[in-house]
């Protein structure tokens, strides 16, 4: 059974950083892509940034607003799949609860649609003040 546990989140001024974890646990494939969503209040889900792996190579997407700022990578600790999510500079429209999404091959839909991961975390919240 897979399990998707972020931590990380907290609150900061504008111009602040922070690093989002997310551990993995039960994953069974050499392959994956992983990353993070998040959801502003009042507003859906949205895609920020996801890191496909596997055995050769690696290939990062960034949503637009965060080109630059945050940089998503993947790491194997402990024996599980940890993604990581750093983030620089940050604004108060970054503000939201932030999603750790996990999905196997084959990879049914374009790396920002939502729909197509099938595992989660519970999301940790991001606060950034002016």
């Known amino acids: 059974q897979v399990q998707v546990v972020e931590s990380g989140g907290g609150s900061v001024q504008t111009g602040g950083s922070l690093k989002l974890s997310c551990v993995v646990s039960?994953?069974?494939?050499?392959?994956?892509?992983m990353g993070w969503f998040r959801q502003a209040p009042y507003n859906g889900r949205e895609a920020v940034a996801v890191s496909y792996a596997d055995r050769t190579s690696g290939t990062t997407y960034y949503a637009d607003s965060v080109k630059g700022r945050f940089t998503v990578s993947q790491a194997l600790v402990n024996n599980k799949n940890t993604v990581y999510l750093e983030m620089n500079d940050l604004k108060p429209e970054d503000t939201g609860t932030y999603y750790c999404?996990?999905?196997?091959?084959?990879?049914?839909?374009?790396?920002?649609?939502?729909?197509?991961?099938?595992?989660w975390g519970q999301g940790t919240q991001v606060t950034v003040s002016s």
């Open positions: 039960g994953w069974k494939y050499s392959r994956n892509r």
């Open positions: 999404a996990v999905d196997d091959p084959p990879y049914n839909s374009a790396w920002n649609r939502e729909s197509g991961y099938p595992y």
